[in-house]
C-alpha cells in the first residue's frame, strides 16, 4: 500500500513515496536555503513563492522515483500545520487538486506527528518497533514539545518551550556571532573544538510546569558574552567567508574562529543538550517509558546524539535517520498509515493552521 506525501510547511518543498507505513520509494527534499541565507532566517513570502516554484516538479520527481503511477496510490497525505499559512497551503492546495483530479483520498496530517513517524517508521523497517508508550522529544527550528506516545498514536502533550525554540535559539547565536544560517549545523561542527565547561550558563529555572522549556535565558547570555569583547575582526573574517559563497569546511572555520569562541560555541551547545535531556529523562521516568523518541532538526546534532547514548535511562533512545530528521516528505506519509487505517480522511474543507497543536 503506498501513500504519497507532501510537506511544505516551512522552507522546504518535499514529496515522498512511502510503501506499508515503513519503505522509503522516493524522498525529495528541493531545500530553499539560497534563497534565505542571506536574510539570516526564513522569510515567509519568498518561501511561499519558492515553494510555488517547486511543488509541481518535486511531486513529479518523488512519483517517478518510486515508480508509482497515481492508481498506485492509496492516498495523498499532506500537511495541514503548524508552520506558514502561505506555505502551507501550497501543499495542501496541490494535495487536493491531484486528489479531486485522480479521485485519491486525502490526509491531513500534523507536522509534529509527522518528526515522531520518521523514527516509527525506521524502527519498523528495522524489524524492532518503537516499544509503546514512548517519550518523545521534538526539537527543531520551531518546535521544543514533550509528549507521551501511547498505543494507537494517541498523544499528551508533557511540556514545551515557553519561548524560542531549540533550534531557533542555535540559529540566533550564529547569526550572532556571525556564523550565518542556519546556525545548528556549523555550532554542531565546531563545537567539538571547545571546551564545553569553560563558559558557564545558567540553566534555566522553570515556574509552573517543570518540563517546560526556556532558552531566551541562554540567548541573552551569549549576547552579554559578545557584548563585552571586541569581536569586530573574527565577525568580519567570517562574513568574508560567508560571502565567498563555498562550501565551507572546518578547517576555513577553524581559520576565522579564536579559541575562545569555540569554547562559547560548545559551551552553549553542552548547555542546550542539557537543558533537552533533564527534562527528556524526568518525563520518560514520570510517564513510564519503554523508549525514548528524538526527531526534528536538531537531533541531527552529534553532541545531543552522543549524550542521549550515554544517559543510562535502560530504554532505547532512537533517533531518525539525519535525512529524516530535518523536515522531509517520507515521515508525513509515513505518520498517515494508522490514519488510513483508522479512516481518518479529510475533505476538500481541510485548511491551512498555522498554529494546530498535537494535543
Ligand atoms: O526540522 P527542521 O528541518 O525544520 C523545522 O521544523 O523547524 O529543523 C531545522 C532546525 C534549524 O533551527 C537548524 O539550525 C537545526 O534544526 N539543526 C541543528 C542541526 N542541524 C539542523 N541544530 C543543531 N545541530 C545540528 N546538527
Ligand atoms: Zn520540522
Redesign the pocket.
Known amino acids: 500500500m503506498r501513500i504519497l506525501g507532501i510537506e511544505s510547511?516551512?522552507d522546504?518543498t518535499a514529496a515522498a513515496v512511502v510503501e506499508d507505513g515503513e519503505r522509503v520509494l522516493s524522498s525529495v527534499v528541493a531545500s530553499q536555503l539560497a534563497t534565505h541565507g542571506k536574510y539570516g532566517g526564513v522569510v515567509p513570502e519568498l518561501a511561499s513563492r519558492e515553494h510555488l516554484r517547486a511543488i509541481v516538479p518535486t511531486v513529479r520527481l518523488a512519483m517517478e522515483q518510486a515508480g508509482s503511477g497515481w492508481s498506485d496510490l492509496a492516498a495523498i497525505a499532506v500537511t495541514e500545520g503548524p508552520g506558514l499559512v502561505g506555505s502551507l497551503l501550497v501543499g495542501i492546495t496541490y494535495a487536493k487538486s491531484l486528489c479531486f483530479a485522480q479521485g485519491i483520498p486525502l490526509i491531513g496530517v500534523n507536522?509534529i506527528e509527522g518528526?515522531i513517524h520518521a523514527v516509527v517508521m525506521e524502527a519498523r523497517r528495522a524489524g524492532s518497533p518503537v516499544e509503546l508508550p514512548a517519550l518523545a522529544l521534538v526539537v527543531?527550528?520551531?518546535?521544543t514539545h514533550l509528549f507521551e506516545v501511547s498505543e494507537e498514536f494517541r498523544y499528551r502533550l508533557l511540556g514545551k518551550t515557553r519561548d524560542d525554540?531549540a533550534?531557533?535559539a542555535?540559529?540566533k547565536v550564529a547569526k550572532l556571532l556571525g556564523f550565518g544560517y542556519?546556525?545548528?549545523?556549523v555550532?554542531?561542527r565546531l563545537a567539538r573544538f571547545g571546551n564545553p565547561r569553560a563558559v558557564r550558563f545558567t540553566l534555566a529555572r522553570m515556574k509552573g510546569n517543570a518540563l517546560d522549556f526556556s532558552f531566551s535565558g541562554i540567548k541573552t547570555a551569549a549576547l552579554r558574552w559578545t557584548q563585552a569583547r571586541d569581536m569586530s575582526a573574527e565577525m568580519a573574517r567570517r562574513r568574508e567567508l560567508l560571502e565567498s559563497g563555498s562550501q565551507l569546511d572546518d578547517e576555513q572555520w577553524l581559520a576565522v574562529t579564536p579559541r575562545e569562541t569555540l569554547d562559547m560555541l560548545a559551551s552553549f551547545q553542552a548547555t542546550v543538550i542539557e537543558e533537552l535531556l533533564r527534562r527528556a529523562v524526568r518525563s520518560a521516568e514520570e510517564i513510564g517509558a519503554r523508549s525514548v523518541i528524538v526527531s526534528?532538526?536538531?537531533a541531527?546534532?552529534?553532541g545531543?546524539r552522543a549524550a542521549a547514548q550515554a544517559v543510562r535511562l535502560g530504554i532505547p533512545v532512537r533517533f531518525p535517520s539525519p535525512g529524516l530528521?530535518?523536515?522531509n516528505a517520507a515521515m508525513i506519509a509515513a505518520a498517515a498509515f494508522p490514519k488510513y487505517e483508522r479512516g481518518e480522511f479529510a475533505d476538500f474543507t481541510l485548511k491551512a493552521q498555522a498554529n494546530l497543536r498535537l494535543a
Do not use: K, M, R, Y
Open positions: 510547511s516551512c522546504e507536522h518528526h527543531s527550528g520551531g518546535h525554540a533550534g531557533e542555535f540559529d542556519p546556525g545548528g549545523p555550532i554542531d526534528g532538526g536538531v541531527c546534532n552529534s545531543l530528521s530535518t523536515d
